[in-house]
Nanobody
Framework: QVQVVQSGGGLVHPGGSLRLSCTVS????????MAWYRQAPGKQRELVAD???????HYRNSVKGRFTISRDNAKNTMYLQMNNLQPEDTAVYYC????????????????WGQGTQVTVSS
């Protein structure tokens, strides 16, 4: 069975940094597009960034220049490096390890990570 395990969340002050990790068991990681989503309380889940099998990346405008999505096939792991964090970045962040990109849009399928809390507060 495939497992998706996230780590790296926490509490930081504005301007701080965190790195999220998403490790996938089995061989599925190498063959699928992947993405990071987030969901704040009372809000819709939103796409933060996605990365194709070939390494092409997309970011929502509000995180461009601050966040970096990457993947390491040797470790079966996807990362989200988050710099200059702001209070509006506070949310539960979710890894999607099995999606596909069509026409520039990301379509999540499964599986999902368990979610990890990121809180930015002064």
């Amino acid at each position: 069975q495939v497992q998706v395990v996230q780590s790296g969340g926490g509490l930081v002050h504005p301007g701080g940094s965190l790195r999220l990790s998403c490790t996938v068991s089995g061989n599925v990681f190498r063959g699928f597009d992947m993405a990071w989503y987030r969901q704040a309380p009372g809000k819709q889940r939103e796409l933060v960034a996605d990365i194709s099998v070939s390494g092409i990346t997309h970011y929502r405008n509000s995180v461009k220049g601050r966040f970096t999505i990457s993947r390491d096939n040797a470790k079966n792991t996807m990362y989200l490096q988050m710099n200059n964090l702001q209070p509006e970045d506070t949310a539960v962040y979710y890894c999607n390890a099995d999606g596909y990109i069509n026409g520039g849009d990301y379509f999540p399928q499964g599986p999902w990570g368990q979610g990890t809390q990121v809180t930015v507060s002064s």
